[in-house]
């Protein structure tokens, strides 16, 4: 049974950075898209960014393209959202998603199969 456990949320100020990790559990990821979601109070589920786990290429929306980077540890099979130059708008719920079988990393929420519970970041002006 495929897990996905988000860790690294918390408090930052406006500027500052975070590091989240999603460890997978569950079976081998070759073949997978790992992808990060977020979600803001009241808003739906934004596509940050998602990476091929064979291969580590990677994808981005536009709203962080350029300050948040996605990777990815085969050894420890854990994926990492690092989050540079933080805006009180990043502040939401971030989730991991995995898709298996994906040949393309796509922001369409429905095409992944699983869901870590997600960890709140939240950032301060």
């Known amino acids: 049974q495929v897990q996905l456990v988000e860790s690294g949320g918390g408090l930052v100020q406006a500027g500052g950075s975070l590091r989240l990790s999603c460890a997978a559990s569950g079976r081998t990821f070759t073949g997978y898209v790992m992808a990060w979601f977020r979600q803001a109070a009241g808003k739906e589920r934004e596509f940050i960014g998602g990476i091929r786990w064979s291969g580590g290429s990677t994808y981005y929306a536009d709203s962080v393209k350029g300050r948040f980077i996605i990777s990815r540890d085969n050894a420890k099979n854990t994926v990492y959202l690092q989050m540079n130059s933080l805006k009180p708008e990043d502040t939401a719920v971030y989730y991991c998603?995995?898709?298996?079988?994906?040949?393309?990393?796509?922001?369409?929420?429905?095409?992944?199969?699983?869901w870590g519970p997600g960890t709140q970041v939240t950032v301060s002006s």
């Open positions: 998603a995995a898709a298996a079988g994906a040949v393309i990393i796509t922001p369409r929420a429905t095409r992944y199969d699983y």
